[in-house]
């Protein structure tokens, strides 16, 4: 099998070896591989606190589309960002390795509360983050109801009820 | 007096004119001008949710700056962000003019506790945030007391004690 | 007369002082005010080189704009970037102020050639570009002709025939 | 064999099946891979231009340090960027994979010029790039001779003379 160096996804479960060198606890499903980039980084020389809710962002649309939600777009269905809050514990420095995870901690009517962790193998989780999105028509601003659909693939990847 | 465009400060104490057009809220002294900016923006043609965040980091700098902290660099004493939380409002285009406001909560032994707020005169209050600075010897990530000077500065400068 | 601190552009016909403290060469009139942010910098703790490009694009938008293209969108007629090239001839560092100079070189049919300067009061001029611009149905993709009304406004901002 | 997912470069000779499929010119050998990522498209909803040179700027690093260039740092000594130059050819969407390239065309005493490319597998190539670099101590800017490991090292590599 040769590797496919475009894909930035992970599914932990088929990868034992990435869970222990990172130390990743359990329940963390859905992972996305990084490396700090020179640009990425900031005067002080390590990775700018913006960088890492970049990261998380990437990782809650490859989530989102993993379950249906389509590609982000002015005149698509999507999801805002209502809320976030983010704890910084470790700095990353130039070209450091991190794995950036993702999973649905609760599903509401029109909400999903995500929850993000960015581990490294030598720091432990550098940056942990909880973010509210809001299902909206992207054009309207509307409230969107979440879909069974959505709803239904998300429990079964993450092997629990919302 | 010509006006001095590469100061993006404001004293809002001076400035009755901008408080009252913005409808900022009493209690905000300190702020930044800002227009969005083509680049900023994300494919939903909205300020993407770090650029709110990378106005208050300018807010921020230009704030403890103003009350004693030296220029960032590798090897200066210097804040690291520890936490931040982010409420996101309103939805902000293409060359819409916010002012960005910050000011100190509290003051601890050797951290700050920051908050901030983007208002469009049209919108209100677009995002709201709060952060906890550390100071730290930048090379070492040791912690420092906030100087008695830095203190002093703030709370003349907000007109209450810390 | 109060400043305002929303406006970045700067006609430097009227703000001899500015010409004179930067050092401005003959023949640049339209002008934006910027220092260097924090964010902007990378790991070497200067200007990053995509950082001018950025502060030309924002120049290119104000002068097209003030020359009568609509904002930039999805849905609009636009300009396109088709070729563009930089020289780089004096780092900058945190919190620099930095004078950002565009003019039009050439008009054609369906493109025009900008040039650009990026002028610090210590360094003199510190990066130079020009960049070949398109016009566009941007949906489309599809070539449009420079209006007369942009050419002409252009013309006589800047005192002279293309 | 198990995919790394943290190494975003690919020696071309070890995959033809990339080459094929991206239709890469014969004479490119050192690759990145990516895919457009949401926050760096613009208000266009496609890739801005700067993004492309972050692109390039990734794979120089790559690039250079593969041939012995220590990672960048305020105090090493590094190779800054002189003059590029950049034609955009198709624009890019999101999620859209590029093989990004880079290639040594010329190396003088103290300098090196670089040639990239973007490859879409349904568009050709998207941007194509030159960029001058020159070898400096970074703290004091002093011109550096590239030493003999380094020009020897992109020979063996490129398989032909410098």
Redesign the interface.
């Known amino acids: 099998?040769?590797?496919?160096?475009?894909?930035?996804f992970?599914d932990l479960e088929e990868?034992p070896?990435?869970v222990a060198e990172f130390n990743i606890e359990p329940g963390w499903r859905f992972a996305l591989?990084?490396?700090a980039?020179?640009?990425e980084?900031?005067?002080?020389?390590h990775l700018?606190?913006?960088t890492f809710?970049?990261y998380f962002?990437?990782a809650r649309?490859g989530y989102m589309m993993h379950h249906g939600l389509t590609?982000?777009?002015?005149d698509s269905t999507?999801c805002?960002?209502?809320?976030?809050?983010?704890?910084?514990k470790q700095?990353v420095f130039?070209?450091e390795?991190l794995v950036v995870t993702v999973r649905a901690a609760k599903i509401g009517n029109t909400s999903i509360l995500l929850e993000y962790g960015a581990w490294s193998a030598e720091k432990g989780l550098t940056c942990q983050s909880t973010s509210l999105l809001v299902m909206v028509v992207?054009v309207t601003?509307e409230k969107e109801r979440i879909s069974d659909a959505m709803r239904a693939s998300i429990a079964d990847f993450e092997g629990r009820e919302f």
Chains 1, 2, 3, 4 share one sequence.
């Open positions: 099998m040769k590797r496919d160096p475009f894909e930035p992970i990868r070896d990435i591989a990084r490396r980039l020179f640009a980084l900031d005067a002080l020389s700018n606190h913006t809710l970049r962002e990437d649309i590609a982000p777009a002015p999507g805002v960002l209502a809320r976030l809050d983010a704890d910084y700095p130039f070209d390795r992207t601003g």
